[in-house]
């Protein structure tokens, strides 16, 4: 038994809603983007749809983003679900695309993930300690335009009150 299991806390994959009074990690929405789309590549590369998005030069988040914003159908086809559920709500999105409040429900801690090795053990006590396994690997600059779009996908995230801005 994991000291997190110990303690009664119990992790939620993407495919369920979380019960109330949860506590939420909460990631930088453009950052997590990133993230996403290179863990796709990097993991999922080998699936069809994705080759197709590489050979056709959308290889960084920034391209990713750009095709999004001006309906390119490779990327809306990598984009759009056709699987995924959050709890009984499917969203139009897979979950890695999927805004983070999707997964809130009156949560009672947010926590950003920036400080989740500082914030969780403040709530659990200093046994609890969680590794640090999703990080966004190398650098990545957005256009203003592939920003303006982010920050429009993901408003409710930053206006929640977790702005990274």
Known sequence: MSALEAEGVRCYGHSE???TRSVIVYRDPLDRFASAFRHAVKY???????????RAGITTPNDFAEALL???PLALSE???D???IGSFKPEMRWPWCPQYYWWNVPRHVVR???INTEIPRLFG???????LNATEGSYRYSSKAVEFLTTLYEKDIVNGLTWF
């Open 17 to 19: 809603a979380p019960p």
């Open 44 to 54: 999922f590369g080998a699936n069809t749809r994705l080759k197709a998005i590489v």
């Open 70 to 72: 001006y309906r390119d």
């Open 79 to 81: 984009y759009r679900n």
């Open 83 to 85: 699987i995924h559920t």
């Open 113 to 115: 993930f920036e400080n």
């Open 126 to 132: 200093d046994h609890i300690v969680l590794p640090h």
